[in-house]
């Protein structure tokens, strides 16, 4: 079974995981940033490509990590490609991060057509541990020992081809609108025009 993340740091995390237990298990990390961006078909390596220009403009090796982050992404995809046509079983983790959750939805619609053995892992975004609540804002932020701790893998189930191709609807009807953003509201993933975030910011700006 070959694990599918969206986040490098989470990727890191499960392969440090399985190596601690002596477990033999490939972790394909897929960090594309989704949630960002234009995801039409025809567009959307180069499209992540500008999304990754983006992420490390402020760092002065920004040519160089945004190649290798694309780079990085293009053989994951062909390894996906290969490993889908060999008939490999694949478990999925995401969440209701709106990259994971696009991820997600692309994954399913990639694999819509593909008779695989698929299951996923969705996790909460809120835990109860001892006497509080932890919670998080991406996969990256569980450690390891949190994995066994919060019962991770008994949040497994099926995803069957039906529910593969139901998933995938929703990602072409994102797809199909094209907005610049998506983001996680009440539960569904929802497009937004550019400017959805300024409002959070400008509340939060001080107004000395």
Known sequence: MIDIVFS???????????????????????????????ISDCSFIESRKTVCKIQYAHYKASEQLTAEAVDTLRKSLHELSQNAHAGECFRVWWSENSDDYCGFLWLCDY??????????????????????????????????????QLGLFSLQSGLST???????????????????????????????????????????LSRR
Request: cysteine-free.
């Open 162 to 204: 039906q529910s593969r191709r139901s998933f995938s609807y929703y990602w072409r009807d994102l797809r199909s609108e094209n907005h610049p953003i998506r983001t996680v509201i009440n539960g569904n993933i929802i497009g937004q025009s550019i400017d959805f975030y300024d409002r959070f910011v400008l509340a939060n």
């Open 111 to 148: 694999l819509k057509d593909f008779s695989v053995k698929t299951v996923t892992i969705k996790v909460p975004m809120t835990f109860v541990r001892d006497d509080h609540l932890m919670i998080i804002s991406q996969l990256g932020e569980i450690s390891e020992e949190d994995i066994d």
């Open 8 to 38: 490098d740091s989470f990727a890191s995390t499960l392969k440090y995981y399985y190596q601690k237990r002596h477990i033999e298990r490939q972790v394909l990390a897929m960090p594309m940033y989704s949630s960002l961006g234009d």
